[in-house]
């Protein structure tokens, strides 16, 4: 029962071969080409007819290198592994052989777990006269989806069930929106991901106060996704008041956050889930910031800042600058106000 309930609702692997995996990615082979590789799974829980993964690798502080004694007792068909570590696989094991198998079992990964293409327009689907297509035939729109009249598709969109494309948005190629996601006022790059139910282009939260009463001033700004951007699910992006609201390229945004009308963030960014930008806000290149930081209106961060979990940034960060706190501050004075983080600090160097 448990084999058929994980066939059914568990991811779905292509099955593939060793022999196909090291060609396509350029690895060295051992053993049996032909060993059909049916998923992906840890090490220590992998079974036969799986592919598993054992590395030494320190290029992040958050991958742990497992005893080799896991390597040594792993029942996988076909492990990826370092060159040093060959004599310690199992006997009868496959082995696929990179200095790097942190960066290969990602490629494996898409490659195994690869969705297969979508194309057409559902029935059920509602698109309006005036809707331009670049190439009609390479465009998935699943059931009860909407596509407003002056929308641009470029080739290879997806829209899945249930999302929202209002009037005179554009899709770049190959640009995937999930299902519950709403979009107006919005261009939208090539490759980019929004997830499910985000919103974008909506109206920002612009009042004033006016006879003593608040009053909403109207938005006639736009928001700019360039390529690759990676937006969360249940995230908001409001649309610029005058000036539009503009996120780089390659820059990824997790689930729950919010950026503010005018917002302006750099390329290659990362935003934890939680993270809220206020209005005007201006982000530069290569900036990372932790869960739940929350950004004053018309802050500036400079290139490469980091700023840690739960900070309240509401004073400009120079460029490089790692803060944290609440309010934010440089990282050396976070830690000499808490004299317990900074013990915790000394004992992990």
Same mark, same amino acid.
Not at 194 to 222: E, L, M, S
């Given at each position: ?21 090291? /060609? ?29 993964? %054992? ?50 079992? *990602? ?5 195994? %777990? ?25 465009? %998935? *729109? ?15 969109? $997806? ?23 709403? *979009? ?82 750099? /390329? ?30 018309? *802050? ?25 706190? %609440? ?17 915790? $600090? $000394?004992?992990?160097?």
């Amino acid at each position: 029962m448990k084999r058929l309930l994980q066939l059914l609702f568990g991811p779905h692997a292509n099955k593939t071969t060793a022999g196909e995996l090291a /060609k396509k990615f350029g690895l060295e082979l051992k053993g049996d080409p032909k060993t059909v590789v049916g998923g992906v799974a840890p090490i220590a829980d992998a079974k036969p007819g799986q592919l598993a993964f %054992y590395s030494t690798e320190r290029n992040h502080v958050v991958f742990k290198i497992l005893p080799i004694e896991v390597l040594k007792n792993t029942k996988a068909s076909v492990i990826l592994l370092q060159p040093e570590q060959i004599n310690d696989a199992p006997d009868g094991a496959t082995l696929l052989i990179t200095d790097s198998p942190r960066s290969n079992i *990602i490629k494996i990964i898409g490659e195994i %777990y690869r969705e297969k293409p979508r194309f057409g327009v559902s029935y059920f689907a509602h698109v309006a006269r005036g809707v331009f297509f670049r190439k009609k035939s390479t465009v %998935y *729109i699943g059931q009860f989806a909407t596509v407003e009249r002056g929308a641009v598709l470029e080739p290879g969109v $997806k829209i899945y069930p249930g999302a929202f494309i209002g009037r005179n948005v554009v899709l770049g190629a190959n640009t995937v929106v999930c299902s519950g996601a709403h *979009i107006e006022n919005a261009t939208i790059g090539s490759e980019c991901v929004i997830n499910a139910n985000a919103v974008i282009g909506k109206d920002g939260f612009g009042f004033t106060r006016q006879n003593g009463h608040n009053v909403f001033i109207p938005h006639a700004g736009r928001v700019i996704l360039n390529n690759n951007v990676w937006i969360g699910a249940n995230t908001c992006i409001d649309r610029g008041l005058m000036a539009d609201t503009v996120i780089g390229e390659d820059t990824k945004i997790d689930n729950l956050c919010q950026v503010g009308h005018g917002v302006v963030i750099g /390329k290659e960014c990362f935003f934890a889930s939680g993270c809220g930008l206020a209005g005007g806000a201006v982000i530069g290149d290569y900036v990372m910031m932790g869960g739940q930081t929350g950004v004053a209106n018309d *802050i500036h961060i400079g290139d490469y800042a980091q700023i840690g979990a739960k900070s309240g940034v509401n004073r400009d960060v120079p460029a490089r600058g790692r803060w944290m706190g %609440y309010p934010a501050m440089p990282l050396r004075d976070f830690l000499r106000n808490n004299p317990w983080l900074h013990d915790k $600090k $000394k004992e992990n160097q």
